[in-house]
């Protein structure tokens, strides 16, 4: 039993793969994840995965407010962009060639995936399918996922990418 809010560890001892943290530092972890204090890596997910919200709320507003529904494409690059991130997260602690030829083809998807991200709103503007107060909130929305993506790999800088 956890000393600070009482709950039980059989749950952690009965699947120590499930709950390796729990297993294998005990109260101490318990005591210090109830008290509210993340590790790093949550921090960054966290993070990225609130200004990827922000930039879909943005989005869904220029759309709404334009009555011009053409921005929802942006929504693929979008969607998209933590799949890449996620296969890099797989493949971290690997030092295999496979895994440096995954990391190699991640950063080229998420490079395109960025030129498509600001390629496209730059296009419709030219094309005038969008007005102007639509492509500043497209900009605005394109500038708060990469800044997030540009921070989560700054923070994870010391890692293996």
């Known amino acids: 039993v956890c000393c600070s809010c009482g709950r039980s560890f059989v749950v952690a001892q009965a699947l120590p793969g499930v709950f ?23 921090k960054n997910i966290l993070v990225l995965a609130i200004a990827m919200g922000l930039s879909f709320s943005i989005m869904i507003l220029s759309c709404a407010f334009s009555g011009n529904w053409l921005a929802v494409t942006l929504l693929v690059p979008l969607i998209l962009i933590p799949i890449p991130i996620m296969f890099m997260d797989l493949v971290e602690n690997n030092d295999s060639e496979s895994a440096r030829a995954t990391l190699a083809m991640m950063h080229a998807l998420i490079g395109a995936l960025v030129v498509a991200f600001y390629g496209i709103p730059v296009v419709a503007y030219h094309a005038e399918k969008i007005e102007t107060t639509q492509f500043i909130l497209w900009l605005l929305a394109d500038l708060l996922t990469t800044g997030a993506i540009g921070y989560y790999f700054y923070k994870r800088g010391g890692e293996q990418y």
């Open 20 to 42: 390796p943290r729990l297993r294998t530092a005990g109260a101490s972890a318990h005591s210090t994840a109830a008290s509210g204090n993340m590790d790093s890596r949550a």
